[in-house]
Nanobody
Framework: QVQLVESGGGLVQPGGSLRLSCAAS????????MGWFRQAPGKEREFVAV????????FYVDSVKGRFTISRNNAMNTVSLQMNSLKPEDTAVYYC????????????????WGQGTQVTVSS
């Protein structure tokens, strides 16, 4: 079992930055591929980014490429999402999740989920 807790969300102006963190407890997350998803009101949950177990390979949805960076610290059992140049359309609840499926973009392949953290981009 893995427990995931996100933090770092909040209200930010367009063009601003936020850094989301995901703290894991229970089984070490170094054995999992870690992803970030988001869900805006009235929309389905959307893949944002995924990082490999060693933290080297990363993949992003096209809409955040060049603006968001996913990283992990296996020694600290944490995963982060640095979000720059934020846009109003980035407004959503952001979720951290763990999977054994390599670099999966499918939410149903993720076994463990955090409770989510709200990100609101507005002037």
């Amino acid at each position: 079992q893995v427990q995931l807790v996100e933090s770092g969300g909040g209200l930010v102006q367009p063009g601003g930055s936020l850094r989301l963190s995901c703290a894991a407890s229970g089984r070490t997350v170094s054995t999992y591929y870690m992803g970030w998803f988001r869900q805006a009101p009235g929309k389905e949950r959307e893949f944002v980014a995924v990082i490999g177990r060693g933290g080297v390979s990363t993949f992003y949805v096209d809409s955040v490429k060049g603006r968001f960076t996913i990283s992990r610290n296996n020694a600290m059992n944490t995963v982060s999402l640095q979000m720059n140049s934020l846009k109003p359309e980035d407004t959503a609840v952001y979720y951290c999740a763990a999977t054994t499926s390599p670099y999966s973009r499918d939410s149903y392949r993720y076994d463990y989920w955090g409770q989510g953290t709200q990100v609101t981009v507005s002037s």
